[in-house]
C-alpha cells in the first residue's frame, strides 16, 4: 500500500522559511511526478509545485521566485523548500505522487503551515 507523509510544517512569521519533506513507500516501482498542493482555509485545493522524474519543475505564480520543489528518487522523497512566506500562503499543504506511467494518483494526509502577519 503506498502511503506518503509529510513533514515540517508549522507555524512562522511573514518573511521566515519553511522546509516541508514528503516520503513514499510502499511502491514496488518507481513514482512518476511529484509535488504539493495546498488547500488555503475556505478555498479549493491549488497547485503549488510539481517535479518530474527527470527534476523538471513547475510552480504556481504565486510562488515563483520563493519557493523551490526537489526530489530523491532513491528515497522517494520529494522536499518544498518555502522562502519569503506570506500570510497568503497560508494552508494545509498536501504531499503529491504519480505513478510512474501516471495512471494512479496518491496523495498525503496533509501538513498545516500557518505564516503569521
Known amino acids: 500500500q503506498v502511503q506518503l507523509v509529510e513533514s515540517g510544517g508549522g507555524l512562522v512569521q511573514a518573511g521566515g522559511s519553511l522546509s516541508l519533506s514528503c516520503a513514499a513507500t510502499?511502491?514496488?516501482?518507481?513514482?512518476?511526478?511529484m509535488g504539493w498542493y495546498r488547500q488555503p482555509p475556505g478555498n479549493q485545493r491549488e497547485l503549488v509545485a510539481t517535479?518530474?522524474?527527470?527534476?523538471?519543475?513547475a510552480f504556481a505564480d504565486s510562488v515563483k521566485g520563493r519557493f523551490t520543489v526537489s526530489r530523491d528518487n532513491v528515497k522517494n522523497t520529494v522536499y518544498l523548500q518555502m522562502n519569503s512566506l506570506r500570510p497568503e500562503d497560508t494552508g494545509v499543504y498536501y504531499c503529491?505522487?504519480?505513478?510512474?506511467?501516471?495512471?494512479?494518483?496518491?496523495w498525503g494526509k496533509g501538513t498545516l503551515v500557518t505564516v503569521s502577519s
Open positions: 503529491y505522487a504519480t505513478s510512474y506511467r501516471g495512471t494512479t494518483d496518491y
Open positions: 510502499g511502491n514496488p516501482f518507481n513514482f512518476g511526478t
Open positions: 517535479i518530474t522524474r527527470g527534476s523538471s519543475t
